[in-house]
């Protein structure tokens, strides 16, 4: 069992940056692949990108390559999602979930409860 919990969400203009954080507490966390979904208002969640427990492999969905960079930290049971270069479609509640590095909800136990990542254009 695993505990998410997001933070660093905010409201920012188009081409700034944001990092999201997502904390982990319960069963050893290097052990879980973690992966960053958003969800619009009115719309499906939609995979954003996922790190693997071995080897830290990472995937990203088409719209945020380049931009966005998922990475975790171990030693601080924290999974990161640094975004650039924002734009007003990237406004969102982003979620983190484990335990899986697939683009598909379901295949997701853990979740938390989300962040809301406003952009202005």
């Known amino acids: 069992q695993v505990q998410l919990v997001e933070s660093g969400g905010g409201l920012v203009q188009a081409g700034d940056s944001l990092r999201l954080s997502c904390a982990a507490s319960?069963?050893?966390?290097?052990?879980?692949?973690v992966g960053w979904f958003r969800q619009a208002p009115g719309k499906e969640r939609h995979f954003v990108a996922a790190i693997s427990w071995i080897g830290g492999r990472t995937s990203y969905a088409d719209s945020v390559k380049g931009r966005f960079t998922i990475s975790r930290d171990n030693a601080k049971n924290t999974v990161y999602l640094q975004m650039n270069s924002l734009r007003p479609e990237d406004t969102a509640v982003y979620y983190c979930?484990?335990?899986?590095?697939?683009?598909?909800?379901?295949?997701?136990?853990?979740w938390g409860q989300g962040t809301q990542v406003t952009v202005s254009a």
């Open positions: 319960g069963r050893t966390f290097s052990s879980y692949s």
């Open positions: 979930a484990a335990d899986s590095t697939s683009p598909f909800p379901d295949r997701y136990d853990y």
